[in-house]
């Protein structure tokens, strides 16, 4: 439950060690760079877009090839749990000096890609020419010869309004005084007439213009084969080109073998485009150049020392100002640790916030169970997360504590399962009963539940996630206590923190022996007659000193006094809070009620069919039921921490801790240990 404690640190040193100082800063990962001066500091800066724009067009380069190895040579995926694989700074320096030989892989794979495209786009057109050529290919002259000494051929389309007597009709109609006319039909679809008349030559322009009346377009084709000749043609040209695509992609396959240098090289260069993009915004003169950012307080001494060791350079570390807001880290232990990526998706505390991770963890865990709320789902659960934990040990931090949180909350979904009786829902007693015995109802539980089956009194549940509720909320209130006590507001902690605590404690000890508590919850409570007596005082008392709150908190003390009991007005959202928690019954019943009809659908065929389809059903539909349910229970067990617990206490807010480092994709870089 805590925020680390940063450091400025202040770095000079000379100009030319900056790029060999960013790399080392790169390789520690403990600075967070702090680049924004003030307006008026006058300082130069080097221009570094040119080699920002060469790295990123390097990148996107070793990208492609990396895509294109992929597609025509591809290797099993390292599993997306299996993380980034660890190399060494030697790696990264050795692909630095191949750099030129790796480029030229590269552009051999991407010319081999340009021509594989090139190919396939010409296979494209020749399979669309070879399309055109269909209607044509009856046509048993060159497909460009128009004339010849004394006939001239005219080739081309009509509306297939008109027939082959039709076309010729037409002709005789506009020029009755031909010759000689020859009409073939040579291809009809529902839109045209495909088509060839023979004339005289000195006919030919009558024929057409006669033509065109009726819609006539003359042909493209030309040349001097027919067109089942250039058919032929394409179909060698087509099979030219894919003989050349399969050449091709078995030489982009030959670099399957330098796909791990692609890559190293991708993340040198995404190493030195971060270190240029910082370079870029940092201050220097002819001869030095400076940087400032924060170092957490127990890796300062180390990053100080290491700088000094290595370089010219002065470094020099100071607390961080009152009035400076510094970059936060968390700092938990094993377990709480895993949720600190719950609190971060609400905001990370501000200066003088406490850290809530600590407490709202175990918090976490206690409702995430009581949702899911079924032994078996608890089970698979930790299994299958502490299988996955153990196999692949460097998978990403963010995704190792998810799973660890699930592993987490399926120890106490396991819990609460064993003390609900919840076995994949009924299923024990189903197989029991229904398929084993061949009854129609289901008989004493075969595993009893430890405490009680939540289906069979919904309400006692409901009372019991109310007082886990109150629980909850009272100690987000107590945190903000401990924060008033913390920055020595004595009144706000008596006044205000306490005074809430009086009220509700008062309101609480009034409405449990009454007749309306008892008549929704089903209890029958009693107190002893002093304290029935002193609960209305203890309320009034608590109005009282939320009044003289508000008064000691502003200048008027009638506005005060008036804003005090504006603010006891607020026990209305407390009441809404506490009734969020009946969503603790509600997703605890949704998983129980859809589990038992999945078994009781499973159940309805007898015999041997009956229990095959039993087994698919089971299977499909409680798999169904836990991805439902996991997912209600994470967003609800989170919602839980963000509007009620955190709500009483908690702004967030605080920038997140960054420290430079190389941003790389596919390996993880570390320096050689002796």
Known sequence: MAVMEMKRINICAMRKDRKALLERLQTLGTVDPDINLPEDYEYDRVDVTSSRQMFEKQILRSEQALDILDEYAPVKKPSSFAGRELKTISDLKDAESRRNDIADVISSILDLKRKIDDNKSDIVRLMTQ????????????????????????????????????????????????????????????????????????????????????????????????????????IKNQIAHDEKQVLELS????????????????????????????????????????????????????????????????????????????????????????????????????????????????????????????????????????FILLKKFPRMDQGMKKLLTLFFFGGLSTLFWGVMFGGYFGDAFDTIYYKLILGQQELGAPVVPAAWFVPLNNPMYLLDWCMLFGVIHLFVGHGIKGYMYLKDSNIKGFIFEVMGWYVLLIGLLLMLLPSELFRSISGLDLSFPEALTKAAPVLAIIGVVMLVINGVLTNENPVLGAGLGLYDVYNITGWLSDVLSYSRLLALGLATGVIASVVNMMGSMIKGPVGIIVFIIVFILGHILNIAINLLGAYVHTCRLQYVEFFGKFYEGGGLPFCPFRQDTKYYEFKEETN
């Not at 001239?152 to 009509?158: E, K």
């Not at 322009?205 to 084969?225: H, I, M, N, Q, Y």
Request: hydrophobic share 35%.
């Open 250 to 385: 078995d030489s982009v396959a030959l670099y399957s073998d330098k796909r791990e240098d692609i890559m190293l090289l991708r993340d040198y260069y995404a190493a030195r485009e971060g270190k240029y993009d910082l370079l870029g915004k940092l201050p220097e003169t002819e001869n030095t150049f400076a940087i400032s950012g924060y170092v957490t307080k127990e890796d300062s001494e180390r990053t100080v020392s290491d700088l000094r060791s290595h370089f010219h350079a002065a470094v020099e570390l100071e607390d961080i100002k009152e009035d400076e807001q510094a970059p936060v880290q968390l700092r938990n232990n094993k377990f709480s640790a895993n949720f600190e990526g719950i609190t971060s998706s609400f905001g990370l505390p501000h200066k003088g916030e406490v850290d809530p991770t600590f407490l709202m963890s175990f918090f976490y865990v206690f409702f995430f169970g009581l949702m899911l709320s079924d032994a078996a789902y608890g089970a698979i659960l930790s299994i299958a997360t």
């Open 130 to 233: 070879e399309e055109t050529l269909t209607p044509w290919l009856s046509l048993d002259i060159p497909a460009g010869l128009k004339t010849t000494r004394s006939t001239a051929f005219i080739t081309g389309t009509v509306p297939a309004t008109l027939t082959e007597e039709g076309i010729s009709a037409c002709i005789a109609e506009k020029a009755p005084g031909l010759s000689a006319l020859s009409v073939k039909t040579l291809f009809t679809d529902q839109d045209y007439i495909y088509f060839t008349a023979i004339c005289l030559k000195k006919d030919a322009e009558t024929v057409e213009s006669a033509l065109r009346e009726k819609g006539f377009t003359r042909t493209t084709l030309s040349g001097d084969k027919t067109p089942s000749q250039m058919k032929e043609d």
